[in-house]
């Protein structure tokens, strides 16, 4: 009885309130870039006249959605992070096979970086080959044993510093049962450490 309880109550807080509250109270000033949900599709928007902060915007309301968004964002070094969906193509839906190489090639960091999230929150991970139009067939199997690779490869070296600070607060909020403010404040001493350690 008492499992289930703690279940429910993990999956009461997996809300896009306190996803956004936990990404924008640690990046928002320190990067000036805050968590935004968009409509059909996701992107990478840079400040402009218009809005005085970087946008990471994901699709439809979906948390997966917000989580793979992060995951890119966590990725991107600072020239990137200056251009509209970090200045990469897109290729859509309906890949031919050497466009779905290419395609999963570039996934597998953000995807791994994916999956420690998404299992820091409680939740189960899936990995997405995106390419339901396509006449090709994919090997999800062989695309999901080389994401987990690379996520343990993270584990094992060493996550990139925005992500290790953002997986910290949502390891503090989901499993420690932390309030949002001290999730962010874990998240923030983590971020503080690096930088001693860089200027040192």
Known sequence: ??????????????????????????????????????????????????????????ARGYYASALHEISHWCIAGEKRRQLEDYGYWYCPDGRNAEQQRAFEQAEIAPQALESIFTRACGRVFHVSVDNLGGDIEVDIAAFAARVEARAQRYLEKGLPA???????????????????????????????????????
């Open 1 to 58: 009885m008492t499992n289930e309880v703690n279940v429910s109550d993990t999956q009461d807080r997996w809300t896009l309130a306190d996803i956004t509250a936990l990404f924008d109270g640690i990046f928002a000033e320190r990067y000036q870039t805050r968590l935004v949900r968009g409509g059909d599709e996701p992107l990478y928007r840079p400040a402009n006249s218009e809005t005085p902060y970087h946008q990471v915007i994901f």
């Open 162 to 200: 925005r992500a290790n600070a953002f997986q910290v607060a949502l390891r503090g909020y989901y499993s420690d049962q932390a309030t949002l403010a001290e999730a962010v404040a874990q998240a923030h001493a983590t971020l503080d450490e690096r930088d001693k350690a860089l200027s040192a």
